[in-house]
């Protein structure tokens, strides 16, 4: 685990890696891990995903300090938490949602999801996850209008996503799979370019803020399932779109360890899991995308798994009950 400094206390907090580094530090990475895939938001789909981002951000900071500030509590905002959590709310969703929304999801998603359950490291799920799936229970609307925007300069394009057309059997081959690695395709703002999620996921890598294990056994699992279990028939399904199109690659690269688990092969069980459920939705499921829904069923799942599969401590040796009395 990530052992983390939070003034004179030391905090264990996801993402978990063995080395002693200030929770400010490794959010900061992760900000800067973030930023290719924002500057390509802004630059397919305009301006407009730059002020839902600082919509997020800035509506994040203040929740977290006016509720801190208000109940008296140590004061965190200065750690970057929050201001990952903005980042991450505001590329789950698509250039076109109204600022109210993105707003109404980050203050429920920093005081109801991370501040209610004791801040960081203590949320049971990740907090821009949940900030999204409120939206999606209560205003689908708010963030279901997709469009494109081609470098050429031309005017937005309503379209559904590429993964959307893929199930339901409609062509999407103008968007070639160039397209998808860049992100030249409509989506949310963080989730198109794959291209640039990579580029801010070997960032992290060098870092070495993330869990490749965790982050591999997701990818591998959804595509496994989404090839051999296609609606075209067995082993014939379309890993390049599955893995370019959609929210995978932003989920499993900046989503997948954000877990309360200490334990790296706990991480990994819960990867395939969130992996099988992202895949079972994607196939089966009413909607194109599972990647929100694989990962927090994961989140809320990761105590009972933590319990069950318990880890090793080497050098001690368990007596039974009997034995003791």
């Not at 995308?289 to 090793?312: D, F, M």
Request: net charge positive; proline share 3%; glycine share 8%.
């Amino acid at each position: 685990m990530m052992k983390l400094k939070v003034g004179k206390e030391l905090h264990e907090v996801s993402p978990h890696i063995e080395i002693n580094r200030s929770t400010k530090v490794i959010m900061q990475d992760v900000v800067i891990a973030m930023m290719p895939a924002l500057l390509g938001a802004v630059f397919f789909f305009g301006i407009n995903s730059l002020i839902l981002v600082l919509t997020a951000v800035t509506t994040c900071v203040l929740s977290e300090y006016i509720w801190q500030r208000s109940r008296k509590e140590q004061l965190t905002v200065s750690d970057w938490s929050a201001v990952v959590t903005g980042i991450l709310i505001a590329f789950n969703v698509p250039s076109t949602t109204p600022i109210w929304a993105v707003m109404v999801a980050s203050i429920f998603a920093i005081i109801i999801v991370k501040q209610f359950f004791g801040g960081i490291g203590s949320n049971f799920a990740n907090p821009a996850l949940m900030g999204r799936a409120l939206l999606i229970f209560l205003w689908p609307s708010s963030i279901s209008n997709y469009v494109t925007t081609f470098t050429s300069g031309t005017d937005a394009i309503s379209s559904a996503t590429v993964l959307g057309l893929y199930k339901s059997g409609s062509d999407f081959s103008q968007f070639s799979k160039w397209d998808m690695f860049i992100g030249n395709i409509p989506g949310s703002l963080g989730e198109t370019s794959a291209l640039l999620l990579l580029i801010g996921f070997a960032y992290l890598c060098y870092r070495r803020v993330v869990n490749l294990a965790a982050t591999g056994a997701y990818i591998s699992t959804v595509l496994l399932i989404t090839f051999i279990f296609a609606k075209d028939g067995l082993f014939k399904g379309d890993i390049l779109t599955n893995l370019l199109s959609g929210g995978l690659i932003l989920g499993a690269c900046f989503m997948m360890t954000d877990y309360a688990s200490v334990a790296p092969r706990v991480k990994v069980i819960l990867a395939v899991i969130a992996g099988l459920i992202t895949a079972g939705i994607r196939l089966w499921g009413m909607l194109p995308e599972g990647v929100s829904y694989g990962i927090l069923i994961a989140n809320c799942l990761s105590g009972l798994i933590e319990a069950i599969i318990r880890p090793h401590i080497y050098g001690v040796r368990l007596k039974k009950q009997k034995d003791r009395t």
